[in-house]
């Protein structure tokens, strides 16, 4: 078993702005070659959590380590300079005046030749030699932002610290140098942490996430964990639409129009949520008002009548008001399924795919 300590290790840390704390008893660890994703809406806190390790804010409690060495608390500080930390953020904003190459070599010291020898390779390794004596302006922005990758990781840092470094790019070319820049991060054995509000960044990304919520971790872990099983009916929505169903609790039971579902632990009269993505949704034709066959994972099926259809390139999402309640439940279908407004048919949910959770207001 390994036994040496986390390359970046935070505990209880702690950030308040004129009485709110903004960030709130943070505790995290990320290993070398790990990425780790923090993961969370707008305003909750990531960039200031990642301002604290950087050192360019200082927390009011709460301490971090970097190889088993302490590198801040509230007394002791190491300068950010000395912390071994490379940055990157969305404005990669790379020297104008400076070459590629100058601009790649701009935080590593040493002789001349060793500097260059550390460029060419690292600009190599992101297919960017032949930019090597050219200026920011003559590069696309994938290109700079690749060399703002290399210039970060030019003096070997033990940790990157990224702050929603692709969100300047447009889609298609995002998600090749996401790929390109997780796969150098890796061969160097960095320790990653990154922010992004966008769970698609970090399900693509991180070995882990730490889903951010009003200053807090609320949940952490594998990225199919946080799909799978997440923590509350929040967590759920983060990463995909969701359909909500709310019962009331008797027996730790309740009963729906789906039939009934298992409440563990909640009380006689509470009410709950049971939530589905609508990918999990399972619709079957009504045969003349006779329906569907459902197995018995599928369920008690309830009818319901399309609202709308739409293509949504890879999918097809159904809206439907249903019978029972006249509330609207999405479905999405891997393939072109398009019915009319005002066809009945039936849904079902698939009981292994659901979550249960207390329901809050
Ligand atoms: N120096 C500061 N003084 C006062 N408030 C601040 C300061 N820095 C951050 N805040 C506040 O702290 C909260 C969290 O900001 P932070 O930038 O960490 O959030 P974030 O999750 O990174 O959001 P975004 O994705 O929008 O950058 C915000 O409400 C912000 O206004």
């Not at 709130?24 to 923090?38: A, E, F, I, R, Y």
């Not at 790379?94 to 590629?100: E, Q």
Request: glycine share 8%; aromatic share 6%; with cysteine.
């Amino acid at each position: 078993m390994d036994t040496s300590p986390p390359r970046l290790e935070i505990k209880d840390i702690t950030r308040s702005f004129g009485g709110r704390a903004v960030v709130d008893h943070v505790s995290l660890t990320v290993q070398p070659g790990q990425v780790t994703c923090l993961l969370g809406p707008s305003g909750c806190g990531k960039s200031t959590t990642l301002r604290i390790i950087a050192g360019v804010e200082m927390q009011d409690s709460g301490t971090i380590h970097v190889d088993g060495e302490l590198v801040c608390d509230t007394i002791f500080r190491i300068p950010p300079e000395n912390r071994s930390i490379g940055l990157m953020f969305q404005d990669f904003s790379l020297f104008p005046h400076l070459t590629v190459a100058e601009n790649v070599a701009f935080g590593l010291r040493g002789a001349k030749a060793e500097k260059r020898s550390r460029v060419i390779q690292l600009l190599r390794r992101v297919d960017l030699e032949r930019y090597i004596d050219d200026y920011p302006h003559q590069l696309s922005g994938g290109e700079q932002q690749r060399v703002a990758l290399v210039r970060a990781l030019a003096p070997s840092p033990k940790i990157m610290l990224m702050d929603e470094p692709f969100s300047g790019l447009d889609n298609r070319l995002r998600d090749d140098i996401r790929d390109d820049t997780l796969a150098v991060l890796k061969e160097e054995g960095t320790a990653v942490l990154l922010v992004t509000h966008e769970p698609d960044e970090a399900m693509r990304m991180a070995d882990e996430i730490a889903l951010m919520r009003d200053g807090k971790i609320v949940q952490q872990g594998a990225p199919y964990n946080l799909y799978n099983a997440p923590k509350d009916r929040e967590a759920a929505a983060f990463f995909s639409d969701i359909n909500v169903i709310r019962g009331k609790v008797q027996g730790a039971l309740t009963e729906t129009a789906f039939g009934q579902f298992l409440a563990p632990g909640v009380a006689d009269g509470a009410s709950v949520d049971i939530v589905i993505r609508p990918q999990h949704i399972k619709i079957d034709f009504d045969r003349q008002g006779r329906g569907p066959n459902p197995t018995p994972q599928d369920g008690t099926p309830a009818r319901g009548v399309v609202e709308r259809a739409r293509f949504m390139g890879n999918e097809s999402l159904v809206e439907f008001r249903m019978d029972f309640d006249q509330s609207i439940l999405r479905a999405t279908i891997p393939s072109v399924f398009l019915p009319k407004t005002g066809t009945p048919l039936w849904l079902m949910i698939r009981r292994d795919r659901c979550f249960v959770f207390p329901a809050k207001g």
